[in-house]
């Protein structure tokens, strides 16, 4: 049975265009797209109340961290002029060992349905927190898994789950700290897990991958042995890994390699499209012109790079390479798929002290930043998602977003600067209306069916968490 929608304007991965009908299968896949001029639509087709877009991957996700994003924002005692990514890590740390399987799945829960109102239709959760708080597996080994693929079968969202692989504190295997307990796997242990979740994510429509953490957690055998442990299960299976996040990464990795992280990485391992090079802020010219070539998406997160001190990518030089690249929300400072969009241009606004950089470094097919912005970051972060969710177009899953064209920021434009003024002008509220995912409407009038329940619930594992002692 076909379903269908009419969008007066729909942005398809050519560009805008008018009058279209999108058409899909009971599996969610279109099957139809038609631009069908001035007829009118056919009867009893739903029609979209404003632009309708593809729907945005979110290619980094930790989950739990929602539980205490905006708790950070203080100087601890000794930090001094200090305070980065590395004191933030330790309350992150303390913040972990607490968390309990129905707490994630709570805390995921209201995470998704937020990401849904914000407009990302999948999600790659990049899940660390394996065991329980002494760091011994739970007696079902996958707990913290399963109740992340619950919390994305109640909402709807498409989820490609990463199991991490988190063995060492530093480069040269370092031994893990007591903070870290609960990431802890041997190789053996993770393809052992990996089996284990192949079949359930199939069933639920999910896909499975792996990410080794980083280099400095996963030791160069470890990392050659799991990616040949995950090509045995799926040799397509998406990769994810955090890379070049912090200057002190690159000076450690240096130090114990004579390398450069990424060009270490892109010498020692098959670096291609199933990759995902989360971050990778520092590089080198060489590095960005070599791994841009490679195939790989880099894997921005700018609201959370902006938290926690990074730095700046340098895009221009990522897209003079030929990269790929999408959006995340990591740690879920903001949950907003809009706002990364508008903090990634500024952020090279800054950087190059120039306007509208992102539609500069490729031809001139699409002068408007927010849909060159856009359209780069649903093709990315479909790749990294490893999913079908590349756009608007026969072959792809009916992933989409609808926006609400009486919004005061949009009320009266042209398609294109609707999606323009909800990227740069919608001053915090929302202009989306609805979302799709798979076919299925998802987010009506701007709410989640499960939002009060789920905020609800989120509310309560939050406030268990920060009441439990510190462990």
């Known amino acids: 049975m076909t379903q269908s929608i009419f969008a007066a304007d729909a942005l398809l991965p050519t560009g805008w265009a008018r009058n279209v009908l999108i058409e899909w299968d009971n599996a969610g896949h279109i099957t139809g797209v038609r631009a069908i001029g001035d007829v009118p639509a056919p009867a009893g087709v739903t029609r979209a109340i404003g632009p309708l877009l593809p729907g945005m991957p979110n290619l980094h996700s930790h989950a739990f961290q929602r539980g205490f ?72 080994d996958a707990a913290m898994s399963h109740a992340l693929l619950a919390a994305a079968r109640n909402t709807g969202i498409g989820l490609t789950l990463l199991p991490v692989l988190y063995q060492t504190s530093g480069f040269g295997a370092l031994p893990p700290t ?9 190789t053996e242990s993770m393809l052992r897990l990996l089996d284990t979740l192949h079949p359930v994510c199939v069933a639920q429509g999910a896909r499975l991958g792996l990410a080794p953490h980083s280099l400095r957690a996963v030791p160069p055998d470890a990392l050659r042995e799991a990616l040949a442990g995950l090509d045995a ?34 010498d020692h391992a098959p670096v291609n499209a199933r990759w995902c090079l989360v ?25 959370t790079e902006a938290n926690l001190g990074d730095g700046l990518f340098d895009f221009s030089a990522w897209r003079a390479a030929g990269g790929v690249w999408g959006i995340g929300s990591d740690s879920h400072a903001t949950v907003n798929a809009a706002e990364e969009l508008m903090l990634l241009e500024y952020g090279q606004r800054l950087l190059t002290r120039r306007r509208n950089v992102a539609p500069a470094t490729r031809d001139d097919a699409h002068p408007q930043t927010a849909t060159e912005l856009t359209l780069g970051a649903v ?16 072959g792809q899953q009916a992933d989409f977003v609808v926006l609400d064209a009486n919004h ?14 909800h ?31 789920a905020k609800a619930a989120f509310v309560a594992a939050r406030s268990q968490l920060l009441a439990s002692p510190n462990p």
């Open 69 to 140: 994003a905006g708790l950070t924002e203080f100087r601890g005692p000794g930090n001094g002029a200090q305070d980065s990514f590395w004191s933030w890590r330790e309350l992150m740390y303390r913040f972990a060992l607490r968390l309990d399987p129905a707490q994630m799945e709570a805390i995921a829960t209201w995470l998704y349905a937020e990401m849904l109102e914000a407009g990302y239709t999948g999600v790659c959760e990049f899940q660390y927190v394996h065991h329980a708080p002494d760091g011994m597996p739970y007696a079902d």
């Open 178 to 186: 007591e903070g870290q307990r609960r990431f802890i796997r041997s």
């Open 233 to 266: 299960i799926d040799n397509t299976a998406p990769i994810h890994i955090h890379i070049a996040e912090q200057t002190r990464e690159v000076d450690d990795c240096i130090a114990w390699s004579g390398q450069r992280p990424v060009a270490w990485l892109l």
């Open 279 to 303: 971050h990778a802020t520092h590089m080198s010219p060489g590095e960005y012109l070599r791994a841009g070539k490679s195939g790989a998406v880099a894997g921005l997160c700018p609201t």
């Open 379 to 394: 093709q990315g972060g479909a790749q990294a998602s490893g999913r079908e969710t590349r756009g608007i177009a026969p």
């Open 408 to 421: 005061c920021a949009l009320a009266g434009l042209e398609a294109p600067d609707m999606l323009s003024a």
């Open 423 to 453: 990227i740069f002008a919608s001053h915090r509220t929302s202009a989306i209306d609805s979302v799709w995912v798979n076919g299925r409407p998802r987010v009506q009038g701007g709410r989640h069916a499960l939002h009060n329940e």
